[in-house]
């Protein structure tokens, strides 16, 4: 089995910063990356940010330049950084990790608001 947990989600004002973490554990053999999608009540889930084959990350053009994903393949986590928040960043975030199937963990608030 593999079990993700995720932290770091808050309140913040617009034009602040916020980490998320996502650790994974369990039988990670034969993981091929990581990710973070989010959903808010008025879009559908989106994907934002992963790192598989290639170290580099990559983005959804909406955050990016905004937002930095990176990941720790031996402790097997994976962090996004988030700035310049605004309102419509404000979502339920969920990372992700693939290993041979994808698994998904329980979602961290983040809410943007003044």
């Known amino acids: 089995q593999v079990h993700l947990v995720e932290s770091g989600g808050g309140l913040v004002q617009p034009g602040d910063s916020l980490s998320l973490s996502c650790q994974a554990s369990g039988d990670l053999i034969g993981i091929r990356g990581m990710g973070w999608f989010r959903q808010n009540s008025q879009v559908e889930r989106e994907w934002i940010a992963s790192?598989?084959?290639?170290?580099?990350?990559e983005y959804a053009g909406s955050v990016k330049g905004r937002f930095t994903m990176s990941r720790d393949e031996g402790a097997n986590t994976a962090a996004l950084t988030m700035t310049s928040l605004n309102v419509e960043d404000t979502a339920v975030y969920y990372c992700y990790v693939d290993v041979m199937r994808r698994y998904w963990g329980q979602g961290a608030q983040v809410t943007v608001s003044s």
């Open positions: 790192i598989g084959r290639w170290p580099e990350p």
